[in-house]
């Protein structure tokens, strides 16, 4: 089985750089042939973890092969991709070394901590002393042109309120574990040296982005929140939501606030290269209004719905893996919210080159205007064979100096 694997993945890997017509004379089940692929790519993932070159993955494809990237840190913000590619957080900004797990106080965080970090007017890259679990009193509320780089450590906010983006801009979140967010709020919390106000009851999201621009949550690990994952409203827009781990929750991603506020009809968020893992129930995502591309990502569970929304969305879904759960009624992919079917049957959701397994099936509706969906791609696809070896090492990573990550 061991060397199966290996000619299996050495295969995907030489058919992504030189694509060619392969033809034999023992005619098998394509289907069974995939899986069989997808089973021994995910039997050998932990033997193969150390592999983070020429998987076909672009955004880690553009850093990960550098053994020294602790010394050019910053270039992590040159390989975005998607609606978020002009995210670019603190690059060209110093370094700061988050030393303190503490969140003590929220007005006055002191000097070494994370909320000290992120409320700062100058760009930052923040980076972690050690390993650390910070449990935040109250949302962790960032100030513009910000990256939180967890690499090389092991770094959890975890059980307390969790990361808020409110209206900032060119925003990284890249390798951090967060998980157990609760709600915060009914306090005064500070967003900037010169500025600290009343925040009402949050919802207890793991990252929620309202009204910001230009976001990359990238690398990350998020579990069991009190409400979203990941949660984009009011406005947000050109945000990639990459490369993370996604377990153990309900309601996993919302994209737009409601069916009534139509300023997010300019929504753009690209979601690529995840893994929607065990453990995980509907929305991923749950879309309104705008423009959203859905790409070479890896869905291993759900239990009511994968990809779902309301208010004429464009949904474009492009070279993902669907397996849908055994239960009979939960096979499909798709789920039209809060209208008939002589509504949603024209809002424009595709599905092109997805691999759908134990019998999961994606409802295509509208006409597939090309101005639509122009606007809802923002990336080229892969082929939907490969997402096994994009996606295994989704989710924060264990990266040490001098190796590659």
Partial sequence: MAYLSYLLILFALIS???????????????????????????????????????????IDDCWRCDPNWERNRQRLADCATGFGKNAIGGRNGRIYVVTDSGDDDPVNPRPGTLRHAVILDEPLWIIFKRDMVIALKQELVMNSFKTIDGRGASVHIAD????????????????IHIHDCKQGGNANIRDSPHHSGWWTVSDGDGVSILGGKHIWVDHCSLSNCQDGLIDATHGATAITISNNYMTHHDKVMLLGHSDSYTQDKDMQVTIAYNHFGEGLVQRMPRCRHGYFHVVNNDYTHWEMYAIGGSADPTINSQGNRFLAPNVMSSKEVTKHENAGESEWKHWNWRSEGDLFLNGAYFRQSGAGASSSFARASSLSSRPSSLVGSMTMTAGALNCRKGNHC
């Fill in 16 to 58: 992504l750089l030189a694509p060619s017509s392969v033809s034999s004379s023992a005619v098998q089940d394509p289907e069974l042939v995939v899986q069989e692929f997808h089973r021994s790519i995910n039997a050998s993932r932990r033997n193969l973890a150390y592999l983070s070159c020429g998987t076909g993955n672009p």
């Fill in 160 to 175: 307390g309120p969790c990361i808020k983006i409110h209206y900032a801009t060119n925003i990284i979140i890249h390798g």
